[in-house]
């Protein structure tokens, strides 16, 4: 029988809401507030996973995992704002570079 815990399906949910931040984000084509947004969302789920684990029923794995989950997401949110100055303008001008560099060493220039 599957026991269905709050904790348990916080945790879930802030690590597939995580994994689908990264599919979408990965090539930064969309605004930083998107990211932000759902990084803060998710952080939060994975405290209330942290927090409902330990008040409900304490399982050491899942609330180290939940833990992790939060302290990886705060880390991220946390390195995008440190970062925000390059936005996507910043991810356009490092692929240009990327070009003009195999460009130069190839002599096949790639039109954008």
Do not use: H
């Not at 916080?10 to 930083?32: A, D, K």
């Not at 409900?56 to 995008?80: E, F, K, N």
Request: charge should be positive; aromatic fraction near 8%; include cysteine.
């Amino acid at each position: 029988m599957i026991r269905l815990d709050a904790a348990t399906v916080l945790l879930q949910w802030s690590v597939g809401g995580l994994f689908f931040l990264w599919v979408t984000t990965r090539r930064r084509q969309i605004g930083l507030g998107y990211g932000w947004l759902l990084r803060g969302v998710y952080l939060v789920m994975a405290v209330g996973a942290v927090a409902a684990g330990r008040a409900v029923q304490p399982d050491g794995w899942r609330d180290a995992c939940a833990t992790g989950v939060a302290a990886a997401a705060a880390a991220a949110l946390v390195v995008s704002v440190i970062r925000r100055k390059a936005g996507v303008s910043g991810e356009r001008e490092k692929e240009e570079r990327r070009n003009d560099r195999v460009a130069a060493m190839t002599g096949i220039d790639r039109a954008t």
